[in-house]
């Protein structure tokens, strides 16, 4: 079974954060959401979010992607997290999958691991990055990185996510579910 790492920091975006959670469920595959610490998250719009488990205790599992959902403060919570850096940059190595979206690319920009690749956000979120090769799509997808535009690409983002894991057909049934 494919395993997904969804890292929830105090202030993220609840939309990118539940519609990947949910999405990747419908699709079979086991998905831990953990937060840098064991307290609850408030999200960015006042939703309140528990977490399965913390960094701490996740970053020793073996997981076939990370996803990171955006929303602010919460993609500057990520970014300043050595231990999230750390995994992604290991998680790389390994040839895993990485998922950003909204503003969190710059989180994987801000490791490095965005430098000479395509790459999508929430407008002006990697301005400050020049390496980074930036596109307009909803979705972009380059070699094992996935970036996405923002809350209302998420549900895209979540379909591409399920497709890299477990395959077209499954991503299909999925979203005849939703009835999009």
């Not at 959401?33 to 006042?46: K, Q």
């Not at 970053?59 to 500057?76: A, R, W």
């Not at 380059?142 to 535009?149: A, E, H, L, Q, V």
């Amino acid at each position: 079974m494919r395993k997904v790492l969804v890292m929830l920091a105090q202030g993220c975006e609840e939309i990118e954060a539940v519609t990947v959670i949910d999405i990747l469920r419908r699709a079979g595959i086991e998905v831990t959401s953990a937060g840098l610490d064991d307290l609850p998250v408030l999200a960015s719009r006042g939703v309140m979010l528990l977490a399965d488990t913390t960094l701490d205790l996740a970053q020793h599992q073996d997981f076939n992607m990370i996803v990171l959902p955006g929303g602010q403060p919460g993609t500057d919570n990520l970014k300043a997290d050595k231990r999230l850096t750390a995994l992604l940059l290991q998680m790389a190595q390994q040839g895993k999958y990485l998922a950003a979206v909204c503003a969190a690319p710059s989180v994987l920009a801000a490791a490095g691991l965005l430098d000479g690749r395509k790459a999508t956000c929430y407008p002006t979120c990697l301005d400050g990055y020049p390496k980074v090769d930036l596109q307009t799509a909803a979705v972009v997808e380059d070699g094992k990185i996935i970036t996405s535009r923002g809350p209302g690409t998420a549900m895209d983002f979540a379909l591409t996510l399920v497709e890299r894991l477990v395959g077209k057909t499954k991503r299909l049934e999925v979203e005849a579910g939703l009835v999009r």
